[in-house]
């Protein structure tokens, strides 16, 4: 299991962040590259191994653990595997946004040449100019993104029932049970600033003025975008990747599929706030495009006045004057909350994930990391119940939702759940999670061996190892 987060999320950064290292530099100086394996119609780089390599050692020495395998051939083998789930999403045509992709390589980038002191010196730094850099960047992001989405496509099926999950606890070494760490149980009262709807309008006004600009040719969409789209896409204008509607959320698809090349749409809402749309051009079902996307904005005092109300409610609760549950329930502008007394579940993340069924949708109980941008639920919450004790209320804080939305909120430290042995009974969701994991690694080990056996792989006789976890790599 720490294998393949490490293969596919947490080295993802630091492999690319390697390449930018003083020993990195040192080697691609003074080595002469050479490819040491093939799979499918990709090649691996023994740079890319020591660099993968590399990244490997500092991450287990940053979490303070080590291996007995080889760095270099554990780092060819994740390689291997992922330029056969890369080249295997090819073939079975699995999508990606690459939309996403180039806004994480501009996010990059922008790091990097402010590290190095401008697009210069970086690119005396990485003996390349920025264009190859950039394609370097779009390529490896490209394929590390495809290849989750390929091992997604075979996890994504595999579901457990409860009987399941019974199976799966009885036959664990319970001296080896996991520990569940601290829990938190807690509720919350969520606020919109009032002026909602007239931020929306005034939103709507400016991408209306934007777009008459544009139809009348005193400026370029591209120029608008450029300064003042809130989406990654706007550095290249608010261009998209072209690609099938079904990559966008329904909204902007319908819009999209009503265009015609040249055309621009009327205002479109999606959960991410306001867009135009404008159709460059359509060649089957790929629509290529560009957009704008606006959110609304607040005055301060708009965003006060919420707080201010929040406040006052949390004094009528300290007095007693008032249930948390009914000021939830009359008060909150959280759908999912508000009629469970203002309790926080998984509602909200898995529904924005797809998931609207099963036991997670109801979990109540969040760790330590269910808190930031990877768990769903905001930083802010977790320091304001570090200040409480069970069955205290907070003062009102500034938070946003998964849309980006700018809200105030209170919350209540309901329970604190201490670090404890992973039972059935009461950490149901937990081992519910580790059955799936269970199941869906076991599925993958069995489609991968499949994948392996007829997909084209050579490997340089030098780089050959005993260590592959996987026989079938060596033919």
Same mark, same amino acid.
């Given at each position: 299991?720490?294998?393949?987060?490490?293969?596919?999320?947490?080295?993802?950064?630091?492999?690319?962040?390697?390449?930018?290292?003083?020993?990195?530099?040192?080697?691609?100086?003074?080595?002469?590259?050479?490819?040491?394996?093939?799979?499918?119609?990709?090649?691996?780089?023994?740079?890319?191994?020591?660099?993968?390599?590399?990244?490997?050692?500092?991450?287990?020495?940053?979490?303070?653990?080590?291996?007995?395998?080889?760095?270099?051939?554990?780092?060819?083998?994740?390689?291997?595997?992922?330029?056969?789930?890369?080249?295997?999403?090819?073939?079975?045509?699995?999508?990606?946004?690459?939309?996403?992709?180039?806004?994480?390589?501009?996010?990059?980038?922008?790091?990097?040449?402010?590290?190095?002191?401008?697009?210069?010196?970086?690119?005396?730094?990485? =003996?390349?100019?920025?264009?190859? +850099?950039?394609?370097?960047?779009?390529?490896?992001?490209?394929?590390?993104? +495809?290849?989750?989405?390929?091992?997604?496509?075979?996890?994504?099926?595999?579901?457990?029932?409860?009987?399941?999950?019974?199976?799966?606890?009885? =036959?664990?070494?319970?001296?080896?049970?996991?520990?569940?760490?601290?829990?938190?149980?807690? %509720?919350?009262?969520?606020?919109?600033?009032?002026?909602?709807?007239?931020?929306?309008?005034?939103?709507?006004?400016?991408?209306?003025?934007?777009?008459?600009?544009?139809?009348?040719?005193?400026?370029?969409?591209?120029?608008?975008?450029?300064?003042?789209?809130?989406?990654?896409?706007?550095?290249?204008?608010?261009?998209?990747?072209?690609?099938?509607?079904?990559?966008?959320?329904?909204?902007? %698809?319908?819009?999209?599929?009503?265009?015609?090349?040249?055309?621009?749409?009327?205002?479109?809402?999606?959960?991410?706030?306001?867009?135009?749309?404008?159709?460059?051009?359509?060649?089957?079902?790929?629509? =290529?495009?560009? =957009?704008?996307?606006?959110?609304?904005?607040?005055?301060?005092?708009?965003?006060?006045?919420?707080?201010?109300?929040?406040?006052?409610?949390?004094?009528?609760?300290?007095?007693?004057?008032?249930?948390?549950?009914?000021? %939830?329930?009359?008060?909150?502008?959280?759908?999912?909350?508000?009629?469970?007394?203002?309790?926080?579940?998984?509602?909200?993340?898995?529904?924005?994930?797809?998931?609207?069924?099963?036991?997670?949708?109801?979990?109540?109980?969040?760790?330590?990391?269910?808190?930031?941008?990877?768990?769903?639920?905001?930083?802010?919450?977790?320091?304001?119940?570090?200040?409480?004790?069970?069955?205290?209320?907070?003062?009102?804080?500034?938070?946003?939702?998964?849309?980006?939305?700018?809200?105030?909120?209170?919350?209540?430290?309901?329970?604190?759940?201490?670090?404890?042995?992973?039972?059935?009974?009461?950490?149901?969701?937990?081992?519910?999670?580790?059955?799936?994991?269970?199941?869906?690694?076991?599925?993958?080990?069995?489609?991968?061996?499949?994948?392996?056996?007829?997909?084209?792989?050579?490997?340089?006789?030098?780089?050959?190892?005993?260590?592959?976890? +996987?026989?079938?790599?060596?033919?």
């Amino acid at each position: 299991m720490i294998r393949k987060i490490m293969i596919f999320a947490a080295l993802a950064a630091g492999f690319i962040a390697t390449a930018t290292s003083a020993a990195a530099q040192e080697r691609r100086q003074v080595m002469l590259d050479k490819v040491v394996a093939v799979v499918g119609g990709s090649s691996i780089l023994h740079s890319e191994v020591a660099e993968y390599a590399e990244a490997l050692v500092a991450q287990r020495r940053q979490m303070g653990y080590t291996s007995d395998r080889d760095p270099m051939n554990e780092a060819l083998e994740a390689l291997l595997e992922q330029k056969l789930l890369y080249n295997q999403a090819l073939i079975d045509s699995v999508e990606i946004n690459t939309a996403d992709i180039a806004s994480r390589i501009e996010g990059y980038l922008q790091m990097l040449i402010e590290e190095a002191g401008g697009i210069a010196e970086l690119e005396v730094k990485e =003996h390349m100019p920025i264009f190859t +850099y950039r394609e370097m960047l779009r390529t490896r992001y490209e394929e590390q993104s +495809y290849a989750q989405a390929m091992r997604m496509e075979v996890v994504g099926k595999v579901n457990v029932i409860p009987g399941e999950v019974e199976q799966y606890y009885k =036959h664990l070494d319970k001296d080896s049970l996991p520990i569940i760490g601290e829990q938190y149980v807690y %509720a919350q009262i969520t606020k919109l600033p009032a002026s909602l709807k007239d931020a929306q309008r005034r939103t709507k006004e400016r991408l209306l003025d934007m777009r008459e600009r544009v139809i009348k040719g005193e400026t370029k969409f591209t120029t608008l975008a450029r300064m003042y789209s809130l989406d990654g896409s706007a550095i290249y204008g608010g261009e998209m990747e072209p690609g099938p509607s079904s990559m966008y959320v329904r909204p902007f %698809a319908e819009a999209l599929e009503k265009l015609k090349p040249g055309q621009i749409s009327e205002i479109v809402e999606t959960e991410f706030g306001f867009h135009i749309i404008e159709l460059i051009d359509k060649k089957g079902e790929n629509y =290529h495009c560009r =957009h704008i996307l606006l959110r609304p904005t607040f005055t301060r005092d708009e965003l006060m006045q919420p707080a201010h109300v929040l406040d006052s409610i949390a004094h009528l609760i300290r007095v007693d004057s008032l249930s948390f549950a009914d000021a %939830a329930l009359r008060f909150s502008d959280d759908a999912s909350s508000r009629n469970n007394g203002g309790i926080v579940s998984n509602h909200d993340v898995l529904e924005r994930q797809g998931v609207y069924d099963g036991a997670r949708l109801t979990a109540t109980r969040f760790l330590k990391e269910d808190f930031g941008q990877m768990g769903g639920k905001s930083l802010e919450d977790y320091n304001a119940l570090m200040r409480l004790k069970v069955g205290e209320i907070s003062s009102s804080f500034q938070t946003t939702d998964l849309n980006g939305n700018q809200l105030s909120k209170i919350v209540k430290l309901v329970e604190v759940i201490p670090a404890h042995v992973a039972s059935l009974e009461d950490d149901y969701i937990r081992i519910e999670e580790m059955a799936l994991t269970d199941k869906q690694e076991k599925a993958y080990r069995k489609w991968l061996i499949s994948k392996i056996d007829g997909m084209y792989v050579y490997i340089d006789p030098a780089y050959r190892s005993d260590e592959f976890e +996987y026989d079938g790599w060596i033919k």
